[in-house]
């Protein structure tokens, strides 16, 4: 998906020579017929290519992963969610970005 978000309509072997990690192209193809099945990406036919395109935004999608973690690992808890992504931004040293969420949470907590 973040092949088809960065770079748009890509075929199969598009997909295969960006990716860091090489996958065969029948695995590719299988991933993102998945995909079309499960509405994500949309299909369209150039010439004898088959170019995909993404159907969901990456915020939707990231919010989605975020309500799975929350809700299958975490028995709800957003306070613990919270807290990991924290600990592990400081571990990574993303400092900037916590100060800017201290900011959102403080904005958030005076408006009740």
Same mark, same amino acid.
């Not at 998906?1 to 075929?11: A, I, T």
């Not at 017929?33 to 995909?52: I, P, S, Y």
């Not at 935004?57 to 306070?79: D, E, P, T």
């Given at each position: 998906?973040?092949?088809?978000?960065?770079?748009?309509?890509?075929?199969?072997?598009?997909?295969?020579?960006?990716?860091?990690?090489?996958?065969?192209?029948?695995?590719?193809?299988?991933?993102?017929?998945?995909?079309?099945?499960?509405?994500? *990406?949309?299909?369209?036919?150039?010439?004898?290519? $088959?170019?995909?395109?993404? !159907? +969901?935004?990456?915020? #939707?999608?990231? @919010?989605?992963?975020?309500?799975?973690?929350?809700?299958?690992?975490?028995?709800?808890?957003?306070?613990?969610?919270?807290?990991?992504? *924290?600990?592990?931004?400081?571990?990574?040293?993303? $400092?900037?970005?916590?100060? !800017? +969420?201290?900011?959102? #949470?403080?904005? @958030?907590?005076?408006?009740?």
């Amino acid at each position: 998906m973040n092949v088809l978000w960065e770079y748009g309509p890509q075929r199969v072997s598009d997909v295969q020579s960006r990716l860091a990690t090489p996958l065969a192209h029948t695995t590719i193809g299988a991933l993102l017929n998945t995909l079309e099945v499960k509405g994500c *990406v949309r299909r369209t036919v150039d010439g004898k290519a $088959h170019l995909f395109t993404a !159907r +969901v935004s990456h915020a #939707v999608v990231a @919010r989605a992963s975020i309500r799975y973690v929350k809700y299958r690992l975490l028995a709800g808890c957003a306070a613990t969610l919270f807290e990991l992504v *924290v600990e592990e931004s400081t571990r990574d040293g993303h $400092h900037q970005a916590l100060r !800017r +969420v201290r900011r959102m #949470v403080d904005r @958030r907590v005076v408006r009740g």
